[in-house]
Each structure stands twice: as structure tokens, then as C-alpha cells.
Nanobody, 128 residues
């Protein structure tokens, strides 16, 4: 079992930054692709950024150039650095782990795809 607990969410003004974190085990980082997904009110869940054990990454077009996914191997934490935040980034952000074949595959799965492990989410609210 892989336990995922997100933190770092909050309320910021548009243009600001937040960094989300998700502790996980070394086993998870070595054996799963890990990623960030989000769901805004009234919208389907969407992939935001994925990082696999190969070091390969994938990003949603809407966040490219603004968000960066990374991991700290010493602390076994997954991060999502979010810069230049926009109103449309408002959502609950979830950390996920899955034995996906590639980051591009994982970020594009249908909204109803059940990742092997999910966190409970952290709310990010962007205001003017």
C-alpha cells in the first residue's frame, strides 16, 4: 500500500505561486509513475503533470511553462511548483501513483480511470 497525503494548497492571488508536496515511499518512486491531477467544481478530473521513475515527465498544455513537477529522492517527496497562477487553476489537486507505462499515458487517461493510489487532495483557490 502506498499512502499519499498532499499538502501546500491554499488561497493566492492570480500571478502568485504555490508549491504542493506529496510524501511517498522510495518503493513508490522506484516502481510507479507519480503525478498530479486536479478537479475543478463542475468539471472532470484532468491530468496536470506526471513524473515516472525514468525521469521522464509530461504536462498538460494548460500548465506548460508555469508548473514544474519534481521529486526529492532524499526526502521521498513529490512536488508541484506552480507559478503564474491563473483563476482557471482553481481546483482540488490530487497526488496519484500508478504502474503506468509512460508519463504521457498516465496524464491522458480518462477522467474515470482509477489510479492505483490516490491522495485525498488539497484545495488551491486563485483569486483576483
Amino acid at each position: 500500500h502506498v499512502e499519499l497525503v498532499e499538502s501546500g494548497g491554499g488561497s493566492v492571488q492570480a500571478g502568485g505561486s504555490l508549491r504542493l508536496s506529496c510524501p511517498a515511499s522510495a518503493f513508490a518512486f522506484s516502481n510507479y509513475c507519480m503525478g498530479w491531477f486536479r478537479q475543478a467544481p463542475g468539471k472532470e478530473r484532468e491530468g496536470v503533470a506526471v513524473l515516472c521513475s525514468s525521469g521522464d515527465t509530461a504536462y498538460a498544455d494548460s500548465v506548460k511553462g508555469r508548473f514544474t513537477i519534481s521529486k526529492d529522492n532524499a526526502e521521498n517527496k513529490l512536488y508541484l511548483q506552480m507559478n503564474s497562477l491563473k483563476l482557471e487553476d482553481t481546483a482540488t489537486y490530487y497526488c496519484a501513483a500508478d504502474p503506468a507505462p509512460s508519463p504521457g499515458w498516465m496524464i491522458a487517461v480518462p477522467a474515470n480511470y482509477d489510479m492505483q493510489f490516490w491522495g485525498k487532495g488539497t484545495l488551491v483557490t486563485i483569486s483576483l
